[in-house]
């Protein structure tokens, strides 16, 4: 099946830098990526949808300009979290597919895990 | 209005015993594609089954089937012969042929399975 590689797994950093996680579809041409962010225990919010070579569209309540996100490539989107604070610490996940249709499966990202101290 | 609804926060079943997930689901549209997610400890998203709304038959892969009731607008999942693995968090998911091109997923809140030997 395809694969969604995800980069990093796991990321610390003080409060006030900014991390970067790269979401890459290694064998197929992903037109669309989502980047969701999942609390323990609970579902994933979706917080951007982005396609290949556009401005991604952000879901309501979600800063633009604290979630950079950047779809360059066919294969490669990459979600910034800008000036990190503790509360932006969660697990991120991304997600890939092909041109939209209903039956098309979403591929995972194996996910980040950002704790911002 | 939720677009996907699981009622059972959490579940508990005996190995090899068979458990059904619930899940309903709310849409308008005619074109419309169900999706089962596993969510281990580890934070990844497993693709277990899907089920399109035009499927005239109940979707089924290895130990997974999915109930599918379009009057009730329900796509229960069953897992037979529970094994210790089946352990995790468990995703309803639906894509629906109207939200544009992206067709954005929506996740319900989740089901967590607990197998005991």
């Known amino acids: 099946g395809a694969v969604v590689s995800q980069h990093p797994s796991r990321v610390i950093c003080k409060s006030g830098t900014s991390v970067k996680i790269e979401c890459r579809s290694l064998?197929?041409?992903?037109?669309?990526m989502f980047w969701y962010r999942q609390f323990p225990k609970q579902s994933l919010m979706l917080m951007a949808t982005?396609?290949?070579?556009?401005?991604?569209?952000?879901e309501q309540g979600v800063e633009k300009d604290k979630f950079l996100i950047n779809h360059a490539s066919l294969t490669l989107s990459t979600l910034t979290v800008t000036s990190a604070h503790p509360e932006d610490s969660s697990f991120y996940i991304c997600?890939?597919?092909?041109?939209?249709?209903?039956?098309?499966?979403?591929?995972f990202g194996s996910g980040t895990q950002l704790s911002v101290l | 209005a939720q677009k996907i609804t699981q009622t059972q926060p959490g579940m508990f079943v005996q190995e090899k015993e068979a458990v059904t997930l619930d899940c309903t689901y709310d849409t308008s549209d005619p074109s419309y594609g169900l999706f089962w997610y596993k969510q281990p400890s580890s934070g990844e998203m497993i693709f277990l089954i899907y089920?399109?709304?035009?499927?005239?038959q109940n979707a089924t892969e290895g130990r997974y089937s999915l109930n599918f009731q379009k009057a009730r607008k329900s796509a229960n999942l069953v897992i037979s012969a529970s094994q210790l693995g089946d352990s995790a968090m468990y995703f309803c998911a639906m894509r629906e042929g109207r939200t544009g091109g992206s067709y954005i997923p929506t996740f319900g809140r989740g089901t967590s399975l607990i197998v005991h030997p």
């Open positions: 997600s890939a597919s092909t041109p939209g249709r209903v039956n098309e499966k979403l591929f």
């Open positions: 064998d197929f041409q992903a037109t669309t």
């Open positions: 982005s396609n290949e070579g556009s401005k991604a569209t952000y």
């Open positions: 089920q399109g709304s035009y499927d005239q």
